[in-house]
């Protein structure tokens, strides 16, 4: 069972725009120093897309490196909108993985039934245990809580890191309906508590880059109180979580970061921006 906050790590990446191996071996530490209970690997917030095959693999052997010295798990994201690409994938999946991140089929749009016999084909190939990635935000194709019932269902699928943007009608289907055995992780920070509260196990949560300690006491505080530290750290939180997404993820994290002395620059890829002086100062402010 997956529990606890799980850290998406940013990729830094040095002045001449090159993967700072060092900086993401420290972050991968800290976070797991903190409380983490593991790192995702080429998670949105690593910005996969645009890296290079060669930076791809060396976050992920960095990732697994650290976790296997400290115990701790780590979750690879993987897999795309094309089932058979995602089947390649899979086959060369590092071993040292604890799980595989993968998100539901963007841009083309299948039918919840097409959602559904992707991830049994992804799931009975995958050598791990596999977590179902919800982001309607991010791939238009929103599922419905009887769809994310017959996903947990699948052998091999192990959870879901559930970000539709907030505690919806089909989430609140979906969290009295979900297996015992299958985790659900927040992905979406400001709705973290309110998820554990409704039986989530954990969370992915970007902001744990910047916040790793204040979102594991949140996380611990919603699953086993009191529930009015629980609000009190939501509360707390919320400006923050805010103020790190005000510009699109992750250029505000990227730069509260530089700012902090843990990576060498702010820097992210095109199509991103770096972020602005107001959001980074807002942000820095939050901290």
Same mark, same amino acid.
């Given at each position: 069972?997956?529990?606890?906050l799980f850290?998406?790590?940013?990729?830094?990446?040095?002045?001449s $725009?090159?993967?700072? *191996?060092?900086a @993401?071996?420290?972050l991968?530490?800290?976070?797991?120093?903190?409380?983490?209970?593991? /790192?995702?690997?080429?998670?949105?917030?690593?910005? &996969?897309?645009?890296?290079?095959?060669?930076?791809?693999?060396?976050?992920?052997?960095?990732?697994? $490196?650290?976790?296997?010295?400290?115990?701790?798990?780590? /979750?690879?994201g993987?897999?795309?909108n094309s %089932?058979?690409g995602?089947?390649?994938?899979? =086959?060369?999946? $590092?071993?040292?993985?604890?799980?595989?991140?993968?998100?539901?089929?963007?841009?083309?749009? &299948?039918?919840?039934?097409g959602?559904?016999?992707?991830?049994?084909?992804?799931?009975?190939?995958?050598?791990?245990?596999? @977590?179902?990635?919800?982001?309607?935000?991010?791939?238009?194709?929103?599922?419905?809580?009887d %769809?994310?019932?017959?996903?947990?269902? /699948?052998?091999?699928? !192990?959870?879901?890191?559930?970000?539709?943007?907030?505690?919806?009608?089909?989430?609140?289907?979906?969290?009295?309906?979900?297996?015992?055995?299958?985790a659900v992780?927040?992905?979406?920070?400001?709705?973290?508590?309110?998820?554990?509260a409704?039986?989530?196990?954990?969370?992915?949560?970007?902001?744990?880059?910047? =916040? %790793?300690r204040?979102?594991?006491?949140?996380?611990?505080a919603?699953?086993d109180? &009191?529930t009015?530290?629980?609000?009190h750290?939501?509360?707390?939180?919320v &400006?923050?979580?805010?103020?790190?997404?005000?510009?699109?993820?992750?250029?505000?994290?990227?730069?509260?970061? =530089? *700012?902090?002395?843990?990576?060498? %620059?702010? $820097?992210?890829? @095109?199509?991103?921006? !770096?972020?602005?002086? =107001?959001?980074?100062?807002?942000?820095?402010?939050?901290?």
């Open positions: 069972m997956f529990t606890g850290v998406p790590l940013v990729t830094p990446f040095t002045a $725009d090159e993967l700072a *191996a060092d @993401l071996e420290a991968a530490h800290n976070v797991i120093d903190e409380g983490a209970a593991g /790192i995702v690997a080429l998670g949105t917030t690593g910005e &996969p897309a645009t890296l290079a095959p060669e930076e791809r693999r060396k976050v992920v052997d960095i990732c697994a $490196d650290v976790c296997v010295q400290r115990g701790a798990q780590l /979750i690879i993987a897999g795309s %089932t058979a995602s089947l390649d994938v899979f =086959a060369d999946l $590092d071993p040292r993985a604890t799980a595989t991140l993968t998100v539901v089929p963007y841009y083309t749009r &299948p039918s919840e039934d959602v559904v016999e992707h991830f049994r084909r992804l799931a009975a190939a995958s050598p791990v245990p596999l @977590l179902v990635y919800n982001v309607p935000a991010r791939t238009g194709r929103a599922l419905a809580a %769809t994310l019932v017959r996903l947990a269902e /699948i052998p091999n699928v !192990a959870g879901f890191k559930h970000a539709v943007g907030g505690i919806d009608d089909a989430t609140v289907a979906f969290m009295s309906s979900v297996p015992d055995d299958v992780l927040s992905g979406d920070d400001l709705y973290a508590g309110p998820l554990v409704l039986g989530a196990t954990g969370a992915i949560l970007a902001c744990g880059n910047v =916040a %790793t204040a979102f594991v006491e949140l996380i611990a919603w699953r109180g &009191p009015d530290h629980a609000r750290l939501h509360n707390r939180l &400006p923050l979580a805010r103020a790190l997404f005000a510009e699109p993820n992750p250029a505000v994290i990227k730069a509260v970061l =530089a *700012a902090h002395g843990r990576i060498p %620059t702010p $820097d992210v890829r @095109l199509p991103l921006l !770096a972020a602005s002086a =107001a959001a980074t100062s807002a942000a820095l402010e939050s901290c």
